[in-house]
């Protein structure tokens, strides 16, 4: 069965303190990896989409990364509006998403 | 530029009752979907139209329908509410399925 798992569930950090969310997958064939931040009581706002294993792709404080069988968002040095759920999805080019259960990360001052 | 909107944005329902969540979007794309949130299971896609007159099911369709009559609109339909379906829905929208979704801001539906 396809999967996208995230790690961990649930990240706190101290503003500046940088840190890592997993997103892994096992999809026959991978068609786009999408990043997506979700506030509370907002919808997914898309952040990136990664292709290809090697790729890298970088916005502010914010840079995602792919290989073969997972990705990786790396927060540099986060502040506390960097606060949200952060949502991996996977296109297996059956125009269906399937997405992870998120990561959720507070950033404290 | 108002993007993808959903209406209503609360509703209370008993069991039993029909209704319509409703969704609309202005940026001419083909590919719509619709997405429940619920606490612990991420976004689980219900039904998906990759055009106007076409439409297909995702992981989750029993108790709902979906048309596509226009390119702008998308309904889903809840036939006879469920408590099961209480949840958070969410409307997508793309140019076409591979690329990056707009999502609404949901519909937070309770079922007594």
């Known amino acids: 069965e396809d999967q996208v798992t995230q790690s961990p569930e649930a990240l706190r950090l101290q503003e500046g303190e940088s840190s890592s969310l997993n997103c892994s997958y096992t999809?026959?064939?991978?068609?786009?990896l999408f990043w997506y931040r979700q506030d509370p009581g907002k919808g997914p706002e898309f952040l990136f989409t990664?292709?290809?294993a090697g790729e890298e792709k970088e916005k502010e404080r914010l840079k995602a990364t792919l290989t073969k069988k997972e990705s990786f968002l790396h927060i540099t040095a986060p502040k506390p509006e960097d606060s949200a759920t952060y949502l991996c999805?996977?296109?297996?080019?059956?125009?269906?998403?399937?997405f992870g259960t998120g990561t959720r990360l507070q950033v404290f001052p | 530029n108002a993007g993808v909107t959903q209406t209503p944005k609360f509703q209370v329902l008993k069991t039993g009752q029909s209704m319509t969540l409703q969704c609309a979007q202005d940026?001419?794309?083909?590919?719509m979907s619709w997405y429940r949130q619920d606490p612990g299971m991420g976004l689980r896609l219900i039904h998906y139209s990759v055009g106007a007159g076409i439409t297909d099911q995702g992981e989750v369709p029993n108790g709902y329908n979906v048309s596509r009559s226009t390119t702008e609109d998308f309904p889903l339909r809840l036939l006879s509410a469920a408590p099961s379906q209480t949840s958070v829905y969410f409307c997508a929208s793309s140019r076409v399925g591979n690329q990056p979704q707009h999502f609404g801001d949901g519909t937070r539906l309770s079922i007594l």
């Open positions: 940026m001419n794309h083909e590919y």
């Open positions: 999805a996977v296109d297996e080019g059956t125009d269906k998403l399937i």
């Open positions: 999809v026959s064939g991978l068609r786009g």
């Open positions: 990664l292709y290809s």
